[in-house]
């Protein structure tokens, strides 16, 4: 079955900012924040058996610990973000909500501008899917600019079925019309397939959200997936059937996920979870059952 290879301590912490060189390629990981999740309430078919034997992964407080950022994708002088984070906003945890504890961002800008970057040299922003963790400096303003988004210079790309359903959002999400028309003079909508940035392509995989997107970085003979909400825990690695409550589609979303599991143990292949705690980058390993996931 497969499995990943992890360090115990480094599945209970939100990531820390991570480059490498992939072929022709800078990546890195941009970190803005990071959201609790309930175990139980995000995935729904799990049980507190379960739970007893993935504990490694759990917080003090018994949450799965998620990241939240973006990844910075570097050919040159040239860049392109993948999705945006939370923005400088922070929510406590609601006893209320079956999903989420406390959730925070604010840290993206700050990051980039470790990393060399500022706002105005990303040329595009691929978003993965209409969700407020994803899109947050797309439309929030930056501290002490003109009141325009941070990321106001550049494109922003969604999958076509993605933004033209984006009135249609579950309202829990809170997507709201004030954040569509901030998004609105600078959308774009991508398909399968079509290359958007130099050796990057967007892969459809709805599910999650109906137009969900991933996109597939290729340089130098290897390749990095960036599945965004396809895999939201290490654990789904080997547990692909858990699909999260959230998911507009469960059977769908587990469809994409047994396929994407299969090509991250592809030789010469990376993924990217951005909300996989501080291992946001690895590849899967198919191992004996038996032997530990």
Known sequence: MPATTVQGERLRRPSRARTFHLGDLRISHVPDGAVQLRPRGWFP?????????????????????AGIGGLLVEYGDRALLIDSGFGP??????????????????????????????????????????????????????????????????AYLFGADEWNGRH???AEHGITEEILAALEPRARTVVDGEEIFPGVRVLATPGHTVGHTAYVIESGGRRLIAF?????????????????????????????????????????????????ADVVFGRAEFVAAGEGE
């Open 228 to 276: 965004g909400d396809a895999l939201h825990s290490p654990v789904q690695i080997g547990r692909p059937e858990w699909s999260a409550g959230p998911d507009v589609d469960a059977d769908r979303s587990a469809e994409h996920r047994r396929r994407l599991v299969a090509e991250l143990a592809e030789p010469g292949t990376l993924g990217y979870g951005v909300h996989f």
């Open 89 to 154: 906003d922070a929510a406590p945890a609601d006893p209320e909500n079956p999903w989420i504890g406390a959730i925070h961002g604010g840290r993206l800008l700050d990051n980039l501008a470790e990393l060399g970057r500022v706002p105005g040299e990303i040329e595009a922003v691929a978003v993965t899917h209409l969700h407020t963790d994803h899109i947050g400096w797309a439309w929030h303003p930056a501290p002490g600019g003109d009141g325009r988004p941070a990321l106001a210079g550049a």
């Open 45 to 65: 078919a799990s049980t507190a058996e379960d739970w007893v034997r993935y504990a490694d992964h759990l917080d003090p407080e018994g949450y799965l610990v």
């Open 168 to 170: 249609r959002i579950p």
